[in-house]
């Protein structure tokens, strides 16, 4: 099959504060690794545009109906995680993936779906002397048509406010996920920053953290230990200055990590218990939730 880098068509109309502009990609005979978006504008201290300053969230819309949602302000912390070459992201660019990495032919396929579609939601306000001006959008795909398959979603979950000491969350949505392959705990960030929550740092806050599916305990690890799983694994870099807590299931690119959590048309029960520290101040968690959907796992 032959790879395609493009640009997409233009979106529906011009990024205006608190608006939501709609791109609809042409999908027909198309597989897809990746759509890239990049804002136009000017920023108060910049010639180039921060997504993060004029962007609240990003959602991808199959069918008309939302599978995954991406916050920028977050989405930049979580991929930092990533960044294994190092190299610094241009902050006027935000990367929605469809492929994973480990999961072979996870591309997005189309061949089962009406439409593909983006949708930017601008923030309420705009930044004193921003200008936002349009929004840029490219693609890569593969000249294939077939169904769905594991392709890459990704999910914010926000659950009840935390309190100090021990959280159980048995009632998390986790949409259209099938596998579970990574959770990123966040707190929400300050509105006037765009990298750091202030005193709000669940690095700082979450001491511990354990998940189970069914009866089956598949993760219970202290932040000290989860820091090192990290430091030993190829798939992950630990920036330079941490502001939320990996839970990564997958520490070497090996599909069979990814933990199910949906048999057939069952969701299986998923329990996330976190120990937060009395320390840092009560705030609302944030979760950003990585796994696959499309094929469906059957029952043995």
């Given at each position: 099959?032959?790879?395609?880098?493009?640009?997409?068509?233009?979106?529906?109309?011009?990024?205006?504060?608190?608006?939501?502009?709609?791109?609809?990609?042409?999908?027909?005979?198309?597989?897809?690794?990746?759509?890239?978006?990049?804002?136009?504008?000017?920023?108060?201290?910049?010639?180039?545009?921060?997504?993060?300053?004029?962007?609240?969230?990003?959602?991808?819309?199959?069918?008309?109906?939302?599978?995954?949602?991406?916050?920028?302000?977050?989405?930049?912390?979580?991929?930092?995680?990533?960044?294994?070459?190092?190299?610094?992201?241009?902050?006027?660019?935000?990367?929605?993936?469809?492929?994973?990495?480990?999961?072979?032919?996870?591309?997005?396929?189309?061949?089962?779906?009406?439409?593909?579609?983006?949708?930017?939601?601008?923030?309420?306000?705009?930044?004193?002397?921003?200008?936002?001006?349009?929004?840029?959008?490219?693609?890569?795909?593969?000249?294939?048509?077939?169904?769905?398959?594991?392709?890459?979603?990704?999910?914010?979950?926000?659950?009840?406010?935390?309190?100090?000491?021990?959280?159980?969350?048995?009632?998390?949505?986790?949409?259209?996920?099938?596998?579970?392959?990574?959770?990123?705990?966040?707190?929400?960030?300050?509105?006037?920053?765009?990298?750091?929550?202030?005193?709000?740092?669940?690095?700082?806050?979450?001491?511990?953290?354990?998940?189970?599916?069914?009866?089956l305990p598949v993760w219970d690890s202290t932040k000290e230990n989860t820091y090192f799983l990290l430091n030993q694994s190829p798939l992950y870099k630990i920036p330079g200055t941490q502001y939320g807590h990996m839970m990564p299931l997958d520490l070497n690119l090996n599909a069979n990590d990814f933990q199910v959590i949906r048999v057939g048309d069952t969701r299986l029960p998923v329990e996330l218990v976190?120990?937060?520290?009395?320390?840092?101040?009560?705030?609302?968690?944030?979760?950003?939730?990585?796994?696959?959907?499309?094929?469906?796992?059957?029952?043995?």
């Open positions: 099959m032959q790879r395609i880098v493009q640009p997409l068509p233009p979106f529906n109309s011009s990024p205006v504060a608190g608006t939501s502009p709609v791109l609809t990609a042409p999908h027909r005979g198309r597989s897809f690794s990746w759509i890239a978006l990049r804002v136009r504008g000017s920023g108060p201290s910049s010639a180039v545009l921060d997504v993060r300053n004029v962007v609240s969230s990003i959602e991808v819309l199959i069918n008309d109906k939302p599978v995954s949602t991406y916050v920028p302000k977050l989405w930049q912390q979580f991929v930092a995680y990533l960044n294994q070459n190092g190299d610094t992201p241009a902050v006027d660019h935000i990367l929605i993936p469809f492929e994973s990495p480990g999961v072979l032919n996870s591309e997005l396929g189309t061949a089962d779906i009406q439409t593909l579609q983006i949708r930017v939601n601008v923030v309420a306000s705009l930044p004193a002397n921003t200008s936002f001006t349009g929004i840029d959008a490219s693609a890569c795909y593969y000249l294939e048509s077939v169904p769905r398959a594991e392709a890459l979603v990704h999910r914010i979950i926000t659950p009840k406010m935390t309190a100090a000491g021990e959280n159980n969350f048995s009632n998390l949505d986790f949409g259209s996920i099938v596998k579970l392959r990574r959770l990123f705990l966040m707190c929400l960030p300050d509105t006037a920053d765009l990298e750091v929550t202030g005193g709000k740092n669940a690095r700082s806050a979450i001491t511990r953290a354990r998940l189970k599916v069914g009866d976190i120990d937060w520290n009395a320390v840092v101040d009560v705030a609302q968690l944030l979760i950003v939730a990585e796994g696959t959907e499309g094929a469906k796992v059957v029952p043995a």
